[in-house]
């Protein structure tokens, strides 16, 4: 499916805010970089949940190069949340930020949560990127840890995004797509398999949110202007997802007392 347009970033007369999200695996920055920010850059997005972002020699280095380069700031994550990483455009407010290492299978590779609050116009969100394990009982024990912990964050609303390494019908996907909106479900536009990137098959990479959001659409950016098949294909071994909601204005603290 080509991704029509989705609404530009806005802050509407109501107060409520329209906000695009993407999430993308990486892979290291393993691959063609310029084709990788030339995908970014043409998403414009205010939020970017990263997986598999540079862990290992000058990390920060090159998540600087890749904020640099498509117009963000580094959030949050990177080699201290083993991977996930958060960038942002300068319309968030940043409130606070926290890197989470998650109990570790021995055998397996770490993971952890890049976490934040942020505020745009006004309303508090809480952010959380994540690539969760190859194996499907920790990864259901991840999938219910990314719950807790999103609700430990106490904002008024919700978004994580990320590699869940598992397709809708499993049991992790199931467990986040039961309390949070499937954004592709809820609204698809655009492409739905996001793996692998050269010849899609399986959707295993998805943005949620919490029931107050409003889906606007969510897919993977096929015909998206600036975006080519060839800097998809080039960029990394998944594609992106990119969502716009709708997230309501903060009520007045008269309302909310």
Not at 133 to 139: A, C, I, V
Not at 166 to 177: C, I, N, Q, S, T
């Amino acid at each position: 499916m080509v991704m029509t347009e989705l609404p530009d970033s806005r802050t509407e007369p109501d107060g409520s805010a329209v906000i695009r999200v993407l999430s993308y695996n990486i892979r290291s920055m393993r691959d063609d970089r310029e084709a990788l920010t030339r995908v970014i850059r043409a998403c414009a997005p205010d939020l970017v949940f990263v997986q598999e972002a540079p862990r290992f020699f000058r990390w920060r280095k090159r998540a600087a190069w890749l904020a640099s380069h498509t117009d963000l700031v580094v959030l949050s994550g990177g080699a201290t949340a083993a991977g996930p990483l958060l960038l942002c455009s300068l319309r968030a407010t940043v409130e606070h930020t926290e890197d989470l290492l998650l109990p570790r299978t021995p055998g397996l590779h770490r993971r952890g949560f890049a976490t934040a609050v942020v505020r745009i116009a006004g309303t508090r969100i809480a952010l959380l990127s994540c690539h969760l394990s190859l194996r499907h009982d920790e990864r259901l024990a991840q999938a219910d840890a990314l719950l807790d912990r999103l609700d430990a964050m106490g904002a008024e609303h919700a978004i994580a995004a990320g590699d869940l390494n598992d397709a809708p019908e499993g049991k992790a996907f199931r467990l986040l797509a039961g309390r949070l909106q499937d954004c592709w479900a809820a609204r698809p536009r655009g492409g739905e398999a996001t793996f692998p990137a050269h010849d899609p098959s399986l959707r295993i990479d998805a943005v949620f949110a919490t029931g107050g959001i409003e889906v606007l659409g969510c897919g993977v950016p096929v015909g998206l202007p600036g975006i080519t098949g060839s800097d998809l294909r080039a960029a990394t071994d998944h594609l992106p997802v990119l969502a716009a909601l709708r997230v309501p204005a903060t009520a007045p603290r008269a309302e909310r007392d």
